[in-house]
C-alpha cells in the first residue's frame, strides 16, 4: 500500500526542521510508543531500524553463544558473528511444515547466552504456538537465557495480543521484544524500530552502544505520524 500519506504530509511539513539534531532520546515517539503499547516508557528503547537493535544488544551483551533458527532473519546471525559469538543453528524441516515444535525445548539444554526467534518467523511465516512460545519463555528464565522475540511482522495478524510475552516485559521480566514501522506502515526506507525490555539496565547499556543520533529528526517525524493512523 505504500507510505501513508498522514506521515508523507508530516514529513513535508515540518521540512525545516530537517536542519536541526534529533533528541537523541526520542522522548517524544517513545512516549506515544508507549501509550500505543500500553507499556511504561521505561522499557522501550528506539533505533535507526530494528537491524541496528540486533548488532546494538550483541554489543552490549557480548554473549559467548547463541542460538538462532534456520532459516530465518539473516542479521541475529549476522550480528552474533560480528561480534566473535559461537552460533548454534537449530534447523526447521520440511517433515515439520518448517514449523516450530516442542523438539525446540531439547536444544535449550545446551544453555545458550541468547536465543533469537522471529514470530511470525520470516521467511516461513509460521508462528509459534503460544503454549510453546511460554514454555520457551519459562525455560529460559530458568536457566538465565536471554530470550530475543523478533515480533516485526506481529501487528499484521488479527489477534496479535495472543501470541506475544509483553505482559512478561511489562512486569519486568529479562525479554527482550523487537519491533519496527517498517513493514505495517511501508517505512523501510525511513529506518524506525524500537524494542521493548523489562530489564531497564539492559536497555541502558543498549543506548550506550551505539552513536547517539541514530534516529533522525524524519525517522521521529514519521513515527508519531504514522502512530496517529
Same mark, same amino acid.
Given at each position: 500500500?505504500g507510505?501513508p500519506?498522514?506521515v508523507?504530509s508530516?514529513?513535508?511539513?515540518?521540512l525545516?526542521?530537517?536542519?536541526?539534531?534529533?533528541?537523541?532520546?526520542?522522548?517524544?515517539?517513545?512516549?506515544?510508543?508507549?501509550?500505543? $503499547?500500553?507499556?511504561?516508557?521505561?522499557? !522501550? @528503547?528506539?533505533?535507526?531500524?530494528?537491524a541496528e #537493535?540486533? *548488532?546494538r544488544l550483541?554489543?552490549a551483551?557480548?554473549?559467548r553463544c547463541a542460538?538462532v533458527?534456520?532459516?530465518?532473519f539473516?542479521?541475529?546471525?549476522?550480528?552474533?558473528?560480528a561480534?566473535?559469538?559461537?552460533?548454534?543453528?537449530y534447523?526447521?524441516?520440511?517433515?515439520?511444515?518448517?514449523a516450530?515444535?516442542?523438539?525446540?525445548?531439547?536444544?535449550l539444554?545446551?544453555?545458550?547466552?541468547?536465543?533469537?526467534?522471529?514470530?511470525?518467523?520470516?521467511?516461513?511465516?509460521n508462528?509459534?504456538?503460544?503454549?510453546?512460545?511460554r514454555?520457551?519463555? $519459562?525455560?529460559c528464565?530458568?536457566?538465565g !537465557? @536471554?530470550l530475543?522475540?523478533?515480533?516485526?511482522? #506481529?501487528? *499484521?495478524?488479527?489477534?496479535p495480543?495472543?501470541?506475544?510475552?509483553?505482559?512478561?516485559?511489562?512486569?519486568?521480566a529479562?525479554?527482550?521484544?523487537?519491533?519496527?514501522?517498517?513493514?505495517?506502515?511501508?517505512?523501510?526506507g525511513?529506518r524506525?524500530?524500537?524494542c521493548?525490555c523489562?530489564d531497564?539496565q539492559?536497555?541502558?547499556?543498549?543506548?550506550?552502544?551505539?552513536?547517539?543520533?541514530?534516529?533522525?529528526?524524519?525517522?521521529?517525524?514519521?513515527?508519531?505520524?504514522?502512530?496517529?493512523?
Amino acid at each position: 500500500l505504500g507510505l501513508p500519506d498522514s506521515v508523507k504530509s508530516a514529513l513535508m511539513e515540518r521540512l525545516d526542521d530537517f536542519a536541526l539534531y534529533p533528541d537523541p532520546l526520542c522522548r517524544e515517539l517513545v512516549q506515544k510508543i508507549a501509550e500505543s $503499547e500500553q507499556i511504561a516508557p521505561e522499557h !522501550i @528503547l528506539c533505533a535507526n531500524g530494528a537491524a541496528e #537493535l540486533i *548488532f546494538r544488544l550483541v554489543q552490549a551483551i557480548r554473549p559467548r553463544c547463541a542460538l538462532v533458527v534456520a532459516p530465518t532473519f539473516a542479521e541475529y546471525e549476522q550480528a552474533l558473528t560480528a561480534f566473535g559469538c559461537e552460533v548454534d543453528r537449530y534447523l526447521l524441516t520440511k517433515e515439520e511444515g518448517f514449523a516450530l515444535t516442542p523438539r525446540f525445548l531439547e536444544a535449550l539444554e545446551g544453555k545458550p547466552d541468547m536465543v533469537f526467534l522471529c514470530n511470525p518467523n520470516n521467511p516461513t511465516g509460521n508462528l509459534i504456538a503460544p503454549s510453546l512460545l511460554r514454555q520457551i519463555w $519459562e525455560k529460559c528464565r530458568e536457566k538465565g !537465557i @536471554l530470550l530475543v522475540v523478533d515480533e516485526c511482522f #506481529l501487528s *499484521f495478524l488479527p489477534r496479535p495480543w495472543e501470541h506475544t510475552l509483553k505482559k512478561e516485559v511489562q512486569e519486568g521480566a529479562p525479554l527482550l521484544l523487537l519491533r519496527a514501522f517498517t513493514k505495517l506502515y511501508a517505512m523501510a526506507g525511513i529506518r524506525l524500530g524500537y524494542c521493548l525490555c523489562g530489564d531497564r539496565q539492559l536497555l541502558s547499556q543498549m543506548a550506550g552502544a551505539g552513536q547517539p543520533w541514530g534516529v533522525s529528526v524524519l525517522a521521529q517525524e514519521a513515527g508519531l505520524a504514522a502512530l496517529q493512523e
